[in-house]
């Protein structure tokens, strides 16, 4: 949709708020699937997806209306997203699927792309949040790599490396001698 309104030459401010609708929902839907007790491992894999998604889809809307603004930090972005495949290459390698650890680091870079993506549109600059959401992203995706490297098998929701490592731990003290 996000593309659509882009090439019909749309108001900014319909595609900021598409994306302030969406990180709103994308926060809120979360709390509800966990409150009902629906927040399968599935769905929170669904989550992480549809986010991808939908961002790929607001960069070519951002890319569409502003590319200045993104040639600017082309440095940034082909890092992010070397990044973002490497990761998935390496999740896959290792667990045989995508991970959703929905990091707090993950959570920071999703709140700054939601604002710079917002004001990029909204306004027509806003690079430097664009510059702080990139570089957030890309210690986000460090985060997550450093957190598949520590877990011997999948999980999701594991918010940061102290987690990482409890769950190690735990899966060390409770494997059989001899396996561990």
Same mark, same amino acid.
């Given at each position: %949709? %996000?593309?659509?309104?882009?090439?019909?030459?749309?108001?900014? &401010?319909?595609?900021? #708020?598409?994306?302030?609708?969406?990180?709103?929902?994308?926060? !809120?839907?979360?709390?509800?699937?966990?409150?009902?007790?629906?927040?399968?491992?599935?769905?929170?894999?669904?989550?992480?997806?549809?986010?991808?998604?939908? !961002?790929?889809?607001?960069?070519?809307?951002? &890319?569409?209306? =502003?590319?200045?603004?993104?040639?600017?930090?082309?440095?940034?972005?082909?890092?992010?997203?070397? $990044?973002?495949?490497?990761?998935?290459?390496?999740?896959?390698?290792?667990?045989?699927?995508?991970? #959703? !650890?929905?990091? &707090? #680091?993950?959570?920071?870079?999703?709140?700054?792309?939601?604002?710079?993506?917002? !004001?990029? $549109?909204?306004?027509?600059?806003?690079?430097?949040?664009?510059?702080?959401?990139?570089?957030?992203?890309?210690?986000?995706?460090?985060?997550?790599?450093?957190?598949? %490297?520590?877990?011997?098998?999948? =999980?999701?929701?594991?918010?940061?490396?102290?987690?990482?490592?409890?769950?190690?731990?735990?899966?060390?003290? %409770?494997?059989?001698?001899?396996?561990?």
């Amino acid at each position: %949709m %996000m593309v659509v309104v882009a090439l019909a030459n749309g108001d900014g &401010w319909i595609l900021g #708020s598409a994306v302030i609708v969406a990180t709103l929902s994308d926060i !809120y839907d979360g709390k509800v699937a966990r409150r009902f007790g629906v927040a399968t491992a599935g769905l929170r894999r669904f989550d992480s997806m549809a986010d991808t998604v939908f !961002y790929i889809g607001t960069g070519i809307a951002l &890319w569409l209306r =502003h590319a200045d603004v993104l040639r600017e930090r082309l440095v940034l972005i082909v890092v992010f997203i070397a $990044l973002q495949v490497g990761g998935h290459l390496f999740d896959v390698w290792k667990f045989g699927r995508d991970t #959703s !650890y929905h990091t &707090w #680091s993950g959570r920071v870079f999703g709140i700054l792309l939601g604002i710079a993506t917002t !004001y990029i $549109l909204w306004a027509g600059r806003g690079g430097a949040w664009l510059t702080a959401a990139l570089i957030a992203g890309i210690v986000a995706h460090v985060d997550a790599a450093v957190i598949t %490297m520590i877990l011997p098998t999948w =999980h999701h929701d594991v918010h940061h490396v102290r987690n990482a490592l409890r769950l190690r731990k735990a899966s060390v003290v %409770m494997a059989p001698a001899g396996e561990a």
